[in-house]
């Protein structure tokens, strides 16, 4: 009889905790949602057991903020929307991640929102959270039900057997739990020294990679740098004997060029002067300059009338080359006519009284067909200028055949074409003064 009050007062007590954790969730959950609304979605690989219908919580850092607005099934992931009370909007930032967990002491799910990085973007309204940064509880029977029968089986033994074994001995147990406190704490020290570790041989194997990859691709390269430097070695070594010589040498050359300084700093002196010396001729510079730039019209000119004189030359140059080249020749043929020109000039000598009536009628006196005309043509010639009336032509309209032309370029055409059978022809194309050079002639 004693043992049925006890039962009651046990049963009492399990139904008030009963209704306090009912009254506890109900309380976490609510009952309804007015107003607008923070919303935001959040894609989960699995949400089962997160039931609309159940009203589950949303929080934000722990916090509560709103509630599970709406679950379904979206191309093989499940979305999941989430209505926050206005003040969470500009507090979740674009890197927030998402949980869901139990809340409560009625097995309820709820989603757990971390808000992220404060300084990044604000999470806009109606913005997603996606599976990547997202996260599902995993329910203990979840666990159990990947167990086959026989280790199901034999975890309920094991837990059975450790029930009996630590059954009145809980203060030892929490006494191995402190105990194993400083333990725990060097074990994390000892984690996380070697999990620096690890880092570092991963960066050290990608920088040996990196390194291996670089000397592979400059292998040639480096082969080349190689053998440079074993030929300056070997070459260093077979003349060793030579760059002790030039070493020793070293100390006697320094003491030359301080010499050579000393020399230097010495006429830094004289220097000086003759530059303050030239400073009167720097000075009359610019009026140099300006007169040599007056100057430059007259001298452009000159040079001008030189390129003129060197064009000339140029025209007269095959006619002269021509003329050297038959000089041998009309030298040979002209000798005839030279010893009758002498017997003229003596008989002329003799009869000097008539020589300025000759000079007066030597136009007309003197004959042009044969040599010895010709030739007092080109002697006496220069005597009196050319005519054209001299030669039967109008000496006003100085024309031919009704063709306007002047006597100089045809005169010394005829005499151009002549040239080629008779040399005196010759000497006469180049004595007689006025004759345009031969491309001008018609």
């Known amino acids: 009889m004693t043992r049925l009050p006890m039962l009651w007062a046990a049963l009492a007590a399990l139904v008030i905790a009963s209704v306090i954790g009912t009254v506890y969730t109900l309380g976490h959950v609510g009952i309804g949602d007015t107003g607008d609304k923070f919303v935001v979605h959040v894609a989960f690989k699995d949400a089962a057991g997160l039931d609309p219908a159940d009203r589950p919580l949303a929080a934000v850092a722990g916090t509560r903020q709103g509630r599970v607005a709406e679950v379904k099934r979206e191309g093989g992931r499940t979305i999941v929307t989430l209505k926050l009370e206005p003040g969470v909007e500009g507090k979740v930032f674009a890197d927030a991640a998402a949980t869901i967990r139990p809340a409560g002491a009625v097995p309820v799910l709820s989603v757990d929102i971390d808000p992220g990085t404060p300084g990044r973007e604000p999470l806009a309204d109606g913005a997603t959270i996606p599976e990547s940064r997202s996260s599902t509880y995993v329910a203990p029977d979840k666990v159990l039900d990947v167990l086959d029968a026989d280790t199901r089986a034999q975890l309920q033994i094991l837990l059975g057997e450790s029930g009996k074994a630590l059954a009145g001995r809980g203060g030892?147990?929490?006494?191995?739990?402190?105990?194993?406190?400083?333990?725990?704490?060097?074990?994390?020290?000892?984690?996380?020294?070697?999990?620096?570790?690890?880092?570092?041989?991963?960066?050290?194997?990608?920088?040996?990679?990196?390194?291996?990859?670089?000397?592979?691709?400059?292998?040639?390269?480096?082969?080349?740098?190689?053998?440079?430097?074993?030929?300056?070695?070997?070459?260093?070594?077979?003349?060793?004997?030579?760059?002790?010589?030039?070493?020793?040498?070293?100390?006697?050359?320094?003491?030359?060029?301080?010499?050579?300084?000393?020399?230097?700093?010495?006429?830094a002196g004289p220097l000086k002067a003759g530059l303050r010396a030239s400073g009167p001729l720097l000075a009359e510079l610019p009026s140099s300059l300006r007169e040599l730039r007056r100057m430059q019209p007259e001298t452009k000119s000159l040079v001008d009338q030189l390129a003129q004189l060197e064009q000339l030359g140029s025209e007269q140059l095959p006619a002269i080359r021509k003329f050297t080249a038959r000089l041998p020749q009309a030298a040979t043929a002209g000798r005839p006519s030279v010893n009758a020109a002498a017997k003229t000039i003596s008989t002329l000598s003799d009869y000097g009284a008539g020589l300025a009536q000759l000079g007066d009628l030597i136009s007309g006196a003197v004959s042009t067909n044969d040599n010895n005309g010709v030739l007092a043509r080109a002697i006496f010639s220069s005597i009196e200028p050319i005519k054209p009336e001299n030669f039967g032509f109008d000496a006003q309209t100085k024309s031919l055949g009704g063709k306007r032309t002047s006597l100089y370029p045809m005169l010394a055409a005829a005499l151009e074409h002549r040239c080629e059978t008779d040399e005196t022809a010759c000497l006469m194309r180049l004595t007689t003064p006025g004759l345009p050079p031969v491309e001008d002639a018609p």
């Open 172 to 267: 030892d147990l929490a006494d191995a739990a402190v105990a194993a406190a400083p333990l725990a704490g060097t074990a994390a020290e000892v984690t996380s020294t070697v999990a620096e570790r690890r880092r570092l041989v991963r960066q050290m194997v990608g920088d040996l990679a990196t390194v291996a990859r670089t000397l592979r691709e400059r292998r040639e390269t480096l082969v080349a740098a190689i053998d440079a430097g074993r030929t300056v070695l070997a070459t260093t070594g077979g003349r060793s004997d030579e760059i002790e010589r030039a070493v020793a040498q070293l100390p006697a050359l320094l003491d030359e060029t301080d010499g050579a300084l000393r020399e230097i700093r010495e006429l």
